[in-house]
């Protein structure tokens, strides 16, 4: 059974799933009397504890490891799926619904599901943000960024290929080739965000 509507919220509803921005979760669960369906929400930054705190009876997580657009369709059944619950019979029934969505499911608590999310920011919205900026930069010199398309590709293409990313990186920063560095920020002089940025990165990766 589904509804379109809070206000349709009756006895026979069994799950309630909250997939809604990560800071409207905690009001909308002091906002709605969810009575003895299981409550799950779906994000990774977001600890359970926020729906005891609200009073929810029976309640649990479902995270998806994925990045989802309105402009793009995504494989459920290829997307990691991290539960947890606070009662065990509840953790059985979440893991046996995502088990009939995903092929990978895992049981995670908040403080590891917290982490996991900060990588995956990492490999996926910092990466992305990287992209944005060679864009920038290639259209401060009138050059398309399909220029830089299949670099990329072989970039995640090593990256992927093995268990450790590290050892796919090259560039001068993992080379030691401090020459190289410091013309590339003198030639970022006039875009201090993108030089300290590069700085910073520069020096985390000889650091390595």
Same mark, same amino acid.
Not at 89 to 96: I, M, P, R, S, T
Not at 151 to 175: C, H, M, S, W, Y
């Given at each position: 059974? %589904?509804?379109?509507? /809070?206000?349709?919220?009756?006895?026979?509803?069994?799950?309630?799933?909250?997939?809604?921005?990560?800071?409207?979760?905690?009001?909308?669960?002091?906002?709605?009397?969810?009575?003895?369906?299981?409550?799950?929400? =779906?994000? %990774?930054?977001?600890?359970?504890?926020?729906?005891?705190?609200?009073?929810?009876?029976?309640?649990?997580?479902?995270?998806?490891?994925?990045?989802?657009?309105?402009?793009?369709?995504?494989?459920?059944?290829?997307?990691?799926?991290?539960?947890?619950?606070?009662?065990?019979?509840?953790?059985?029934?979440?893991? @046996?619904?995502? !088990?009939?969505?995903?092929?990978?499911?895992?049981?995670?608590?908040?403080?590891?599901? #917290?982490?996991?999310?900060?990588?995956?920011? @990492?490999?996926?919205?910092? =990466?992305?943000?990287?992209?944005?900026?060679?864009?920038?930069? /290639?259209?401060?010199?009138?050059?398309?960024?399909? /220029?830089?398309?299949?670099?990329?590709?072989?970039?995640?293409?090593?990256?992927?290929? %093995?268990?450790?990313?590290?050892?796919?990186?090259?560039?001068?920063?993992?080379? %030691?080739?401090?020459?190289?560095?410091?013309?590339? #920020?003198?030639?970022?002089?006039?875009?201090?965000?993108?030089?300290?940025?590069?700085?910073?990165?520069?020096?985390?990766?000889?650091? !390595?």
């Amino acid at each position: 059974m %589904g509804i379109n509507h /809070l206000a349709e919220l009756n006895n026979a509803v069994e799950l309630i799933i909250i997939s809604i921005s990560d800071s409207e979760i905690e009001g909308v669960l002091k906002a709605v009397n969810f009575g003895n369906a299981m409550v799950v929400h =779906t994000a %990774g930054s977001v600890p359970m504890q926020v729906m005891a705190d609200a009073g929810v009876a029976r309640y649990g997580v479902l995270y998806p490891l994925q990045t989802f657009s309105c402009t793009r369709s995504v494989s459920l059944a290829q997307v990691p799926l991290f539960i947890e619950a606070a009662n065990p019979n509840d953790l059985q029934e979440l893991k @046996f619904l995502a !088990k009939k969505i995903s092929s990978t499911v895992t049981e995670l608590d908040s403080q590891q599901r #917290m982490l996991l999310h900060v990588a995956a920011v @990492f490999a996926c919205n910092f =990466t992305n943000h990287m992209m944005t900026i060679s864009a920038s930069l /290639l259209k401060n010199v009138n050059q398309d960024f399909e /220029l830089v398309k299949p670099l990329i590709q072989e970039t995640f293409e090593k990256a992927l290929a %093995g268990d450790n990313p590290a050892e796919a990186q090259t560039g001068p920063a993992v080379r %030691g080739d401090v020459v190289t560095v410091k013309k590339h #920020m003198e030639a970022l002089k006039n875009d201090t965000a993108f030089q300290q940025l590069y700085q910073l990165i520069s020096e985390n990766i000889m650091k !390595k």
